[in-house]
């Protein structure tokens, strides 16, 4: 049985951890969005499509597999991808909208 | 002005990059769940309720901030943020109902 005192102190070490995961996260996002800008770019000088549904697809089935692995729920891996991607074609159209 | 091959390859390398930077996420992802699953048996364990919106506040301002330094939409942050407590306070419902 452990005390308040040291599930006090056992909470505050485990969010220490995740406050630097979180700071690894953000910069991590940071990095591919830098890379989805300048694939938006390309594609808006290009003429490419915004989206790529065949891309996306295989990125899906790969972040699935690589969650099972790592011990994520796939689902909710598949989630966040989700969310990023919404993210990324909508700066995509504007990038596109921009070079029209 | 690229060429379409020119245009195809640029796009193949940024691809490649953005799977690297993914695969990192989800590792990073995995590893924020293994903390997370810790808090959650903690708090099921101490009696501790399964959400802390104080906690909650400050996260969400420190990220909000670290996005800025780093060049990422600080509203995207929140919005990515949110989706990966909300799934963490579901998990730590279930802890919760489970330790009743």
Do not use: W, Y
Request: aromatic share 4%; glycine share 4%.
């Amino acid at each position: 049985m452990t005390t308040v005192e040291e599930a006090r102190a056992e909470l505050l070490r485990l969010r220490s951890s995740i406050d630097n995961l979180d700071a690894a996260l953000v910069h991590l996002l940071a990095e591919r969005f830098k890379c989805t800008e300048q694939v938006g770019r390309l594609k808006a000088r290009s003429g490419m499509p915004a989206a790529d549904p065949a891309r996306e697809a295989v990125q899906i089935a790969r972040l699935r597999a690589m969650a099972e692995t790592s011990g994520l729920d796939p689902h909710f891996a598949e989630q966040i991808l989700g969310v990023i991607i919404a993210e990324v074609i909508r700066n995509h159209e504007q990038f596109a909208e921009a070079a029209e």
